[in-house]
């Protein structure tokens, strides 16, 4: 099964937590074994398993890739000016795959599922969720 769903970014550079929609996913899947893959449709945003309990982290984690990938100092600057919007999303990846264990997330309980926005604000980030069932 595979849906898509669309996220509304506010910032150019934040972490949205996408675990609710993520979990009616699976949840309408029916599969109570498997796996779910969340896909980031766009070259400038990520998909992070991340701490759910302090917003600091979320923080943090733009923060910290803020200063390893500075903007305006890359090639593709020349061209639109988000050449770090794209290192940023190579660097954190498109994608993250959770076990589904008796029909939810196999999360722990201090992680989410984040969208990571590197180059908005965006009316809409599509993110593709695929649910596989495991052969039994």
Known sequence: ???????????????????????KVVAGSGVRTGAVAVYAQGATAAIMIQENW??????????????????????????????????KAGIVGPSETIPIIDGELGLSRWQNVFL???????????????VLSAAI
């Open 54 to 87: 302090d917003d600091s982290v979320q923080r943090d984690v733009v923060r910290l890739l803020a200063q390893l990938v500075p903007p305006g100092v890359w090639e593709h600057d020349r061209q639109d000016g988000n050449g770090d919007a794209h290192l």
């Open 116 to 130: 990571c926005e590197f180059d908005g604000p965006r009316a809409a980030r599509p993110v593709v969720v695929t």
């Open 1 to 23: 099964m595979q849906q898509t769903f669309t996220i509304r970014t506010h910032e150019r550079e934040a972490l949205y937590d996408i675990t609710r929609e993520v979990r």
